[in-house]
């Protein structure tokens, strides 16, 4: 509760000081103002009137709010409840340096373009929303997820029995933005060797689309195979890279329904002893290690691979 009332808190704060602060300065404001400065400097090459200005202002804020209030709605998950945190207070740090930094360009300026913005003024908002989020999310990690009550699934292996449990998840929405990568690449690869791509497309598009191809293709598919003393992870479509956890690290292993707003979204999630896997929501195969750590990793049939994890711990592994 008591978060709850802060994040409210916090977000009047920054929404009124988002709309009263152009209010107060608006005789010395120009008409329109500069809003937007192009990646040619410190020349602004957009401008809005003031009350564009503050509707779009409010609207951002109330928008990235809900979000991320509805990301940390599942409070009784540290992970949700920092991401949540750190999200929160950081974007309101950046929205509102960005606000000082738009007021302070034009104020008593003639027109909206003699708004020069200073090239310390961007580094100056991200790092403060980057030390205002670290410090967020760490006054908020509450105390650590308490370790499920249900019951650990173990199999009944004879003496010397063998067994292997194998299971794989795909993501069919990464599956297709890594094809449309992957197309775009080729396409502009061959505009490139023929010489008819257009000037200025290459070098602008290109890394944006292959950086997405490779993130796509690390994390499209995840597989988890169990045999013997090891667990191995596979990432991508070929089930590489791999990472390999030896059974002599793992104290125990269950199944758990978890959501991406939960971990914090999708892909690799996670802070130190306490990382997720995320492809889907729903079912997880959660591993303890002995050390105290936790890892979840969203695959299917995970109850069964979590028997024979235990199986293999309480027949093959010394305590």
Known sequence: MRARVVAVVWWLFVAAALLLAPLALRDRLPDPLATHWGTSG???DGSSSLTGYLITTQLLWAGLCLVF???????????????????VWALGVLLLGAGASTLAVNLDAATWRDALLPGWHIPLAIAAAAV?????????????????????????????????????????????????????TAVTAALTLTG????????????????????????????????????????????????RIPLAKVESAWSETR??????????????????????????????????????ISIDDAERGASLINALISERVPS
Do not use: K
């Open 69 to 87: 209030l509805l990301l940390g709605r599942a409070r009784d998950r540290r992970a949700a409840r920092m991401t949540s945190a750190a999200c």
């Open 259 to 296: 959501q991406p707003g939960e971990v914090g979204g999708w892909g690799f999630r996670g802070l130190p002893g306490s990382a997720t896997i995320m492809l889907r929501g729903g079912e997880c195969l959660v591993l303890r290690y002995r050390s105290g750590g936790r890892l979840a």
């Open 132 to 184: 205002a989020g670290a410090l967020a999310a760490y006054l908020s990690r509450g105390a650590p997820d308490e370790q499920s009550s249900a019951a650990r699934p173990v199999l009944r292996l004879r003496p010397g029995q063998r067994a292997v449990w194998v299971s794989r998840v795909v993501n069919p929405w990464l599956a297709a933005a890594s094809a449309m990568a992957l197309l775009f």
């Open 42 to 44: 410190s020349v602004p």
């Open 196 to 243: 008819t791509a257009p000037g200025g497309f290459v070098p602008v598009l290109l890394p944006g689309f292959v950086i997405l191809l490779l993130a796509g293709l690390a994390t499209v598919a995840v597989s988890v195979r169990v045999r013997d003393d090891l667990i191995t992870i596979g990432f991508g479509p070929f089930g590489w890279p791999a990472r």
